[in-house]
């Protein structure tokens, strides 16, 4: 049914994805240029993470009108669409040069990426993956442009699946952290906005060559090798895809089980620490020791030239505690006298808190500070050291941190790190503070958090760390170089990646046979399919009812032409759209609205039933009457709708009825609608017990008038002897023609019966009193009213007719002109 129709609203959906593709690749293209340009991390990383270089974007917006020119003909299109291909690839070919020869040509703008941190050590150089990817999409163009021969054709196919695969993996390979695994920089990674502009790359280009002359006439390839090339590139892609994203879930499961080993290192050193300063400080300077130093220190404060006693006492303690160094200082922190073997100026103090620090002086010590009271001032200090002994080679030691592993304690120092010596420094050493947007683990160590991270150390490696804090102001940290750490993965992804993809082409060369005679066999049945679908096309484009299609959810899927002339819609217009588009809105609850309730429920209530009358709305906003006959297919999801237009069929059954019910010269009902509606009066006063009043009229003189004026003259004194009828009741009332000139008038609902219905003859009457006008002469007219009032239910209504027509002849035997009640 309507093939151009529906080759157009193909056309236009094709036309519509490829400018939404071409228009998201030129969104992501725009934003990765202008976020560098406007120094906004917004826009340079649209999601979370490592963000579009400069020339990724510029080579996005590029590739976007390229794509947006292949549906524009002519010379000038193609040259440009040429040149925008071309750029891309020289471009990206410099960036493969720079990563293979580790040279610079000038192709990164550096320039434009120093002043976001994002860890990259080239900054502004795309990954090598990206840059092959927009090679192959500027060759993809180029190929698809110029498809002269078989090879061409499959080159052109090749391509576009190499693109997707770039896409793919780059989004695997985001969560895989090739960098981590193979000791490349940050630059390695593919942006997730990158892989998603890739995946759309090779969409455009799909749609660029599934458009073209030659894909779509067969010229180098029949429908059935089609198949047989794209299921097996597809199935290679695809098992490429899900073999890096099951060594995806493996190295997260590594990594964590590798965060948990060393948080719980972590752990067993601050342990270690805590353990030995509360051991040292108990063993060696107990309450009664220090109250001795504290008595000796004040006389040697107080009475400096007779302290020789305390002096010795003091030397007393130091080696029965085995403290490396006393030292007495002044109030004004000046030494005043030293003991014991005191070395340089410490390279490193950090405090532990409760007046202790830890301290470097050649090796790590526990520094203890008490201060000294005089007649209740302070008059000086006592400080004490303390030899941790093998606590610096165990609090240091990376024994089961591989060849990469490192344990460091550090606090900070100005604008960076001062830290202790460990198992990569025999001497203190400092560390400059890296941006607050990629802290260093040890920053966070010192700044009081704790918990884990995979960053680049102050090496410029990229390590798995866990840090925490020691004391305020005091951080550790533990961390493995994480190439060693993944060497595993590694070694399986070297193994196991090789071997997918062999297994991979193995299953898509059994799939190319395999496919031969079934594809061969599909075509065949899908030829027999359409033949019979062009006959049954055939005769459903010639018959004149109309014919449409829709859903379980009420969408039209197909319709004939006959559907489109009674609408008056074009056929692209209704397809897609729901039926109630067909129908007034006040039939939508009654129609096709209450079938898509319906088949929710799997009932269908219209579905199966024939020659529904229905009310239709044309396009111009017209309503006709139509009969729906809509019968499922397809399991009950499908349906196909025939609509008749019966307008002319039901203007014709209106006149039919007109004539059996209402008189044709006075439009008034005749003597069958008026015992109709005489019964249902009676009806209702039976539920109701409201009283009803019958009148029986007729015209006095009418046989002289009509001998006067003619036929035309009694005629045109029925008329307006009805329209004064009509004129002086209610519209709930009910007036009719029997015959010839008798009139009969029904009153409902009264609750006065008498009065009421004398009031209403009354202005009857009175409405005869002006003359008529007959054949431009003014006639006095009058009539005799015989009036029955019914008060009571269950009365027979042809006693009651009769009864009203012998009143209206008593009202003419009085005299006429007047109201007889019976």
């Avoid at 039926?579 to 199966?608: V, W």
């Avoid at 007219?781 to 007719?801: C, H, N, P, R, Y």
């Amino acid at each position: 049914m309507a093939n151009s129709a529906v080759w157009e609203a193909d056309r236009v959906r094709a036309s519509t994805t490829h400018n939404l593709v071409c228009g998201a690749i030129a969104a992501l293209g725009i934003a990765g240029v202008s976020g560098w340009i406007l120094r906004s991390p917004g826009l340079v990383s649209l999601i979370p993470g490592t963000p579009m270089v400069f020339d990724t974007g510029l080579c996005f917006l590029l590739l976007s009108v390229a794509f947006w020119l292949t549906r524009r003909p002519g010379a000038a299109a193609r040259r440009t669409r040429t040149v925008l291909a071309i750029v891309p690839i020289l471009l990206c070919s410099a960036v493969i040069a720079e990563l293979m020869l580790g040279i610079s040509l000038f192709v990164d703008f550096a320039f434009l990426h120093t002043w976001y941190d994002y860890g990259n050590t080239r900054p502004g150089r795309m990954a090598p993956n990206s840059a092959l990817g927009f090679i192959f999409i500027g060759a993809g163009i180029l190929v698809a442009d110029r498809v002269t021969s078989r090879n061409r054709a499959i080159g052109a196919m090749l391509v576009t699946f190499c693109v997707l695969a770039v896409g793919l993996t780059g989004f695997v390979g985001y969560a895989l952290k090739p960098d981590l695994l193979f000791e490349w920089t940050h630059s390695a990674r593919m942006a997730v906005t990158t892989a998603a502009g890739m995946i759309l790359s090779a969409v455009a280009l799909r749609l660029m060559w599934s458009e073209s002359p030659w894909y779509v006439s067969h010229t180098y390839f029949r429908e059935d090798e089609k198949i047989r090339l794209l299921g097996p590139a597809t199935l290679v892609v695809v098992s490429i895809t899900a073999a890096l994203s099951g060594f995806v879930l493996q190295q997260n499961a590594f990594q964590r089980m590798l965060s948990s080993k060393l948080q719980s290192v972590l752990h067993d050193r601050r342990a270690l620490l805590d353990a030995t300063v509360t051991q040292g400080i108990q063993t060696a300077l107990t309450a009664d020791r220090l109250a001795r130093l504290a008595e000796a220190a004040r006389k040697i404060l107080l009475e400096p030239n007779s302290a020789t006693m305390a002096t010795t006492a003091i030397n007393a303690e130091m080696i029965s505690a085995s403290l490396r160094d006393i030292a007495v200082e002044n109030g004004a922190g000046a030494v005043v006298r030293r003991f014991g073997n005191a070395g340089p100026t410490p390279g490193v103090t950090a405090p532990l808190g409760d007046g202790l620090e830890l301290v470097w002086d050649g090796e790590l010590l526990i520094r203890a500070r008490q201060q000294l009271l005089g007649n209740g001032q302070p008059i000086g200090s006592i400080v004490m050291e303390q030899s941790t002994g093998s606590l610096e080679k165990a609090l240091f030691d990376t024994g089961n941190l591989g060849g990469t592993g490192e344990v460091a304690a550090c606090v900070q120092s100005g604008s960076g790190l001062l830290c202790f010596p460990g198992s990569r420094h025999g001497l203190p050493f400092t560390v400059a503070a890296s941006a607050e947007s990629r802290p260093l683990p040890m920053q966070l160590a010192v700044a009081g958090r704790t918990g884990d991270i995979v960053a680049v150390d102050y090496h410029g490696q990229n390590v798995i760390a866990a840090y925490g804090s020691l004391a305020p102001g005091l951080g550790i940290v533990v961390k493995q170089d994480a190439v060693e750490l993944y060497a595993i993965i590694r070694r399986s992804l070297q193994i196991g990646v090789p071997l997918f993809l062999v297994i991979a082409l193995l299953g898509a060369s059994l799939l190319y046979l395999q496919l031969k005679p079934l594809a061969a066999q599909m075509l065949a049945s899908e030829a027999r399919a359409n033949e019979g679908e062009l006959q049954m096309r055939t005769v459903i484009e010639t018959v004149a009812d109309g014919i449409l299609t829709f859903d379980a959810d009420c969408l039209i899927e197909d319709v004939n032409p006959a559907i489109c002339e009674i609408f008056g819609y074009e056929a692209w217009e209704m397809i897609g759209n729901r039926t109630t588009m067909l129908m007034p809105d006040k039939s939508h609850s009654a129609t096709f609205g209450r079938l898509h309730e319906d088949l929710k429920r799997g009932l269908g209530l219209l579905a199966g039933q024939r020659n529904v009358k229905l009310s239709g709305q044309r396009k111009d906003g017209s309503e006709f009457p139509l009969e729906l006959t809509i019968s499922s297919f397809s399991g009950r999801r499908s349906f196909v709708g025939i609509v008749r237009d019966i307008t002319d069929r039901t203007e014709a059954e209106r006149k039919l009825t007109a004539l059996g019910q209402y008189d044709s010269l006075t439009a008034l009902p005749n003597r069958s609608l008026f015992l109709d509606r005489l019964k249902s009066a009676a009806a209702r006063m039976d539920r109701s017990g409201a009283a009803i009043a019958l009148m029986f009229i007729d015209v006095d003189g009418f046989k002289e008038i009509n001998d006067t004026f003619g036929h035309r003259g009694g005629d045109d004194l029925l008329i307006q002897f009805a329209q004064r009828l009509s004129g002086a009741i209610r519209d709930s009332d009910t007036v009719a023609r029997l015959g010839g000139d008798e009139f009969t008038i029904i009153l409902e609902g009264l609750s006065e019966p008498r009065g009421e219905s004398h009031r209403v003859a009354d202005k009857i009457l009175a409405s005869l009193r002006r003359p008529f006008s007959l054949s431009g002469n003014e006639v006095p007219v009058t009539a005799s009213l015989g009036l029955v009032i019914q008060e009571k239910g269950g009365f027979d209504t042809a006693d009651l007719l009769a009864r009203a027509d012998a009143a209206m002849y008593a009202a003419k035997h009085a005299g006429k002109n007047r109201v007889v009640a019976a």
